[in-house]
């Protein structure tokens, strides 16, 4: 076990190839206090006591969709990290025959700073693509540029459901970037998947787009290629690993970090991130709009689908790309869009799985009235994703809850005997 | 049936109530300033994306990417049929899994989840 940025990480990676054999996170019985603090955040259940002492544990991987909010709200610090590719990608930077490849998603650059001194939310993404290049990575590029593609592929996808009644590929549409949001499909409402867009997340998108046109692009042989996908999340490492993630070939995504695991690699390269000078990604896979960033939040998706969407249903310019009423900072955010020459795009926004499952009930009991609905697993969205930067205050602030709840295990521990 | 009562001197009652109070008041605030706490803290992270977006980036909409429009372009893009398309389908869409067996073994079991 090793400290990255306050979270605890066991150093290897994947002890199997199929995801759905591991755990991403599980519960240190020696730090937990059994204050069940996580199953408040855990919209599952998956974490819970193993026995009457209160110690929590994860049950099951099937039961868990590894999104790690019960990891950066445990106020002991007691949940870890099972899976990490630091060393390996540490080693494949200094493999001079492995060509490795950057893809950064939004969020990384709203919170990487963080680790570095600046204020929570700084943009640091000029600073990041400097840091990556310092790092050795041959090819920055961006899962920004992605995000993009991934809105010309999702909102195309959605007109065609408007335009085209199918009992196959039904509305309402359902965002599929979500990886925690997925899984929660695939586990919890699997009769509701023909709702869920066929696109893959913009980091599956990149993986794949990185070995094939980037690969021609650069005359890079693929085989040489090592991608590596930066998240916010730890669901993206179960991505990552999901089989059918290898239409290019050969494995779209080698490796998968947190900005936690980024923002230590950094450290321990000895690079001085303050002074780093802006850079801009290689413009190729790299180069990006503000619709892509916004991915980065609750709402994000959503608008930057209706910039789109917009345009393409009133043949015209949307002046003010601002769509305010779908921002979503927590639970559930409904709006009519009147466009021109098509009437109103009905559309809905659930932050939290919780309220995500009232929107799926709605839709199976064929009483959803939308036409594209966006979930994010993580309250605000990717910006408060299970792989950030903890918030201090988190651990600080619960200095009562602690003592409480260490009461409350030393009382237990004893009745149980 | 025997009366039970506790006795105490009025110095210990005023202790043990002062103590009291004085645990209900620090905890009170130490939990309400935790939540203020975490719903800003995302809340900072997201309006500093608002304001990239405003102010950082030169376009705002994926369909105005050079880059983007480089892949799709009709004559010489790799993704020339437009998004949607056959090589889109093969390399940027996916099938998804039905992996509700493995929650209703755990049910099966006794095993109790909230969804």
Redo the contacts between chains.
Sequence with gaps: MREIEKVMYQEKPPAAADP?TLLFVEVDPEKCQGCGECDNH?????V?ARDATGIRHV?????CINCGQCLV?CPHGAVYETVSYVDEITARLKDPATVAVSMPA??VR??LGECFGY?????V?GKMHAALKQLGFRFVWDNE?A???T???E???LL?RISKPDRHKPLPQFTSCCPGW??F????Y?DL?PH?S???SPI??LG??AK??GA?ETKTPRDKMYTVSIMPCIAKKFEGLRP?MA??GCRDIDATITTRELAFMIKQAGIDFKSLPDMAPD????????????F???G?VME?AL??AY?VLSKQK?AS??IKVV?T??GINTADIKVPRFGTVKVAVASGL?NA?KLCDEVRGGKSPYHFIEIMTC???C??GGGQPM?P??RQ?????RT?ASVKKRYNMRTTG | MQKTTVQMTRRAFIRAAGLAAGYALVGFHLTKDAFAAALDFAGLRQKAVYQADAEIYKSRKSQDNPMVKKLYDKNHGFLAKGPCGHISHELLHTHYQDRSAGVKALRSVGIKLKI
């Design positions: 759905d855990c919209p599952t259940g998956a819970q049950v099951s991987p099937a039961a709200n939004p969020a709203y919170a204020p929570t939310g700084a943009y993404g540029y995000a993009d593609v809105i010309m592929e909102g195309t996808e065609q997925v899984k499909v695939e586990s919890y699997p998947l869920l066929t696109c893959k599956g998108m794949a787009l094939t046109y021609q059918e239409a290019s413009p190729i896979l790299g180069m990006s709009t503000g619709a892509a960033t916004i980065a939040t609750s994000g930057a910039r789109l345009e949307l790309p601002d921002r900072h927590e919780a499952a309250p605000g969205g910006v408060n918030d205050r988190i602030a619960s200095l009562f809850k409480m």
